[in-house]
Antibody, heavy 119, light 110 residues
Framework: DVELVESGGGLVQPGGSLRLSCAASGLTLRNFWMSWVRQAPGKGLEWVANIRQDGNERYYVESVKGRFTISRDNSQNSLFLQMDSLRVDDTAVYFC????????????WGQGTLVTVSS | QTVVTQEPSLSVSPGGSVTLTCGYNSGSVSTSYYPSWYQQTPGQSPRTLIYNTNTRSSGVPHRFSGSILGNKAALTIAGAQADDESDYYCMLYLGSDSWVFGGGTKLTVL
């Protein structure tokens, strides 16, 4: 079975940093574009970032450009999101997901990890 | 500012049909935006229902269908069941750096 497991969430002060990880099993991550999608408490879904299979194309929602960096380590079947200069409005559950770019749609989703930015 | 609009809430009777819509503040929704639909129950991850306007994901019951109705994308549930009570999100692909979800529709089956 395909499984995506996020980790690295937690409580951080405004201006701080966190690094999220997404470990994949049951699929070979190098075959997929990957995404991070977030959901603020009680709110809707918001796309955050995409990364191509080889890591050489990356795209971000405007609100995180210059602060977040998506990356991947295909040898470890893992995806990452480095989050710097965190703001209160970055508080959300962050999901990783496989992206079928040609269709385009998300296919497999992780269970999410909660990031809380608060003083 | 790009805004994708959905009905905040809808209700349907068990066995009935309901249509959720997905609009775009900059014009009509077309197939070139590859509308997709996601179902989410509280505390769970999203589940992909429909992609590329009208293609059902693997395992999705045939009572879920997607289309373009007028100037909006639409998700129709025919013969609603109790476990269809969920939040539903549409998503429009507006470019490589613009993947925009609607605000979601809370569907009640009662």
């Amino acid at each position: 079975d395909v499984e995506l497991v996020e980790s690295g969430g937690g409580l951080v002060q405004p201006g701080g940093s966190l690094r999220l990880s997404c470990a994949a099993s049951g699929l070979t991550l190098r075959n997929f574009w990957m995404s991070w999608v977030r959901q603020a408490p009680g709110k809707g879904l918001e796309w955050v970032a995409n990364i191509r299979q080889d890591g050489n194309e990356r795209y971000y929602v405007e609100s995180v450009k210059g602060r977040f960096t998506i990356s991947r380590d295909n040898s470890q079947n893992s995806l990452f999101l480095q989050m710097d200069s965190l703001r209160v409005d970055d508080t959300a559950v962050y999901f990783c997901a496989t992206l079928l770019y040609g269709e385009p749609r998300w296919d497999s989703w992780g269970q999410g990890t909660l990031v809380t930015v608060s003083s | 500012q790009t805004v994708v609009t959905q009905e905040p809430s809808l209700s349907v009777s068990p066995g009935g049909s309901v249509t959720l819509t997905c609009g775009y503040n900059s014009g009509s929704v077309s197939t070139s935006y590859y509308p997709s639909w996601y179902q989410q129950t509280p505390g769970q991850s999203p589940r992909t229902l429909i992609y590329n306007t009208n293609t059902r994901s693997s395992g999705v019951p045939h009572r879920f269908s997607g289309s373009i109705l007028g100037n909006k994308a639409a998700l129709t549930i025919a013969g609603a069941q109790a476990d269809d009570e969920s939040d539903y999100y549409c998503m429009l692909y507006l470019g490589s750096d613009s993947w925009v979800f609607g605000g979601g529709t809370k569907l009640t089956v009662l």
